[in-house]
C-alpha cells in the first residue's frame, strides 16, 4: 500500500514539510524535495518578487516537486498567487484563513491545492470547493494556530472528508508519524524539526535555543487579538503576556501596543539572531529535537517504520 499523496503528488513520502515563515526557503524546500518528501517555500508577508526568486532558485535545486506555501493574512497574498501561477509551481498550501477566493485560478493553472484547516468546518467547505486534499494542524504547531489538538482534530476530519488528510502538529519522529496513520491521516507535515536541518537556513542562535527547548517551553501569544502564535518563551513573551494581562477584559484593550511589539518579531530571531527580543517560533515538540542533522536522515528517521503501519492499515 502507498499513501494516496505520495500518487497524487509524484513524492517518495508522505512527508511534507511545514512552511515556517522567513526561514522555509529554496534550500530547505529544495533539500526536502531532493530527500523525497515535499519541500515547502513560504512565503509569508513577503512580496511576490521575493518568492518568484525562492521558486527560481528552487528550480536550479531539485528536478523533484516542490510546493509554495501562501500566508493567506498576507498583504501580498494576491501578487504571491499570481506569480506562482506564472511560475507553473505545482503544489501550494496555504495557511490562517479561507483561501475560497484563489481556488479557480490555481485550479485553472492546474496547481495542487491542499490548504491547512484548524477545523471539520472548513476541512468540509475545502472538499466541496474542489481542493485535493487538506492538512488538519493541531495546537501543538509553531506560529499561528487553532484551537484544537492533533489528536482531536485529525480523526474528525478524516470522518467528515473524502480527500486525503495530512496530519500537522505535535509529529516529530517515527513514533508521531505512526500515530498520525493510525488516526486515518495519509501523511503528514513536519515543521520544528527540520529547524535543526543543515540546510535549514536560520540563524544558528533560533537553532541553539530549538535544540535546547523542553517540552514546557512554548507559550501562546496574541489570544487577546484573535491570532494566537506559539512560540518559545522568552524577554519578548514575558514583556508580551504582561501586556495582554493587564489589557484583557477592558473595553478597549489597547492592542496597538501588542502590534508594535509584535513587529518585525520573527525577522529579528529567523534573521538577526536576536532569539531574546525576537519570536521564535516552534511547536510543543521542539523538545524531542536533539541534534542537528540532513533533511534526508531526517526524513528516513520519520518514515522508518511505515512499511509495517502500511501493512497494519490495509
Ligand atoms: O499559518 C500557519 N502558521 C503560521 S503563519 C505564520 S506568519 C505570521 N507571522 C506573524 C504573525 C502571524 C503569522 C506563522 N505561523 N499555520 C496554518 C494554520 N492555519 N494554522 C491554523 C490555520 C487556520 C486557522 C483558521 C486556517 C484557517 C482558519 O479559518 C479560516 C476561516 O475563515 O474559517
Redesign the pocket.
Known amino acids: 500500500m502507498k499513501s494516496k499523496i505520495c500518487d497524487i503528488l509524484g513524492i517518495k513520502y508522505p512527508v511534507f514539510q511545514g512552511a515556517m515563515?522567513w526561514i522555509a526557503d529554496a534550500s530547505l524546500a529544495s533539500a526536502v524535495s531532493n530527500a523525497g518528501g515535499l519541500g515547502i517555500i513560504a512565503a509569508?508577508?513577503a512580496p511576490a518578487d521575493f518568492v518568484r526568486g525562492e521558486i527560481r532558485k528552487a528550480k536550479e535545486l531539485t528536478d523533484k516537486p516542490f510546493g509554495v506555501n501562501v500566508?493567506l493574512?498576507s498583504p501580498f497574498a494576491d501578487e504571491v498567487v499570481d506569480a506562482i501561477c506564472e511560475e507553473k509551481v505545482k503544489v501550494v498550501t496555504t495557511?490562517?484563513?479561507?483561501p475560497g477566493k484563489y481556488l479557480a485560478k490555481l485550479a485553472e493553472n492546474g496547481v495542487t491545492v491542499i490548504p491547512?484547516?484548524?477545523?471539520v468546518a472548513?476541512a468540509k467547505r475545502m472538499e466541496k470547493m474542489g481542493v485535493n486534499a487538506v492538512i488538519a494542524?493541531g495546537m501543538e504547531?509553531g506560529?499561528?494556530?487553532?484551537k484544537l489538538t492533533t489528536m482531536a482534530l485529525v480523526p474528525q476530519v478524516v470522518d467528515a472528508v473524502n480527500i486525503p488528510v495530512l496530519a500537522a502538529g505535535g509529529i516529530a519522529d517515527s513514533r508521531g508519524v505512526n500515530a498520525a496513520f493510525m488516526l486515518g491521516a495519509d501523511g503528514v507535515q513536519v515543521g520544528t524539526r527540520f529547524l535543526s536541518a543543515y540546510e535549514c537556513t536560520v540563524h544558528q542562535n533560533y537553532k541553539a535555543k530549538i535544540l535546547k527547548a523542553k517540552d514546557i517551553d512554548t507559550v501562546i501569544t496574541g489570544a487577546i487579538t484573535g491570532?494566537p502564535?506559539r512560540v518559545l518563551k522568552n524577554k519578548l513573551t514575558n514583556a508580551y503576556l504582561a501586556i495582554e494581562k493587564e489589557e484583557t477584559g477592558k473595553a478597549n484593550p489597547d492592542l496597538e501596543k501588542l502590534e508594535t511589539l509584535g513587529a518585525g518579531a520573527?525577522r529579528k530571531a529567523v534573521v538577526e539572531g536576536d532569539v531574546d527580543n525576537g519570536s521564535v517560533?516552534s511547536g510543543q515538540i521542539a523538545g524531542l529535537v536533539k541534534k542537528e542533522e540532513s533533511c534526508s536522515d531526517i526524513i528516513l528517521d520519520l518514515v522508518k517504520d511505515l512499511d509495517k503501519i502500511y501493512e497494519i492499515i490495509k
Open positions: 515563515a509569508g508577508n500566508m493574512q495557511g490562517a484563513g479561507n491547512v484547516v484548524a477545523s472548513l494542524e504547531s506560529g499561528h494556530i487553532g491570532h502564535v520573527l517560533m
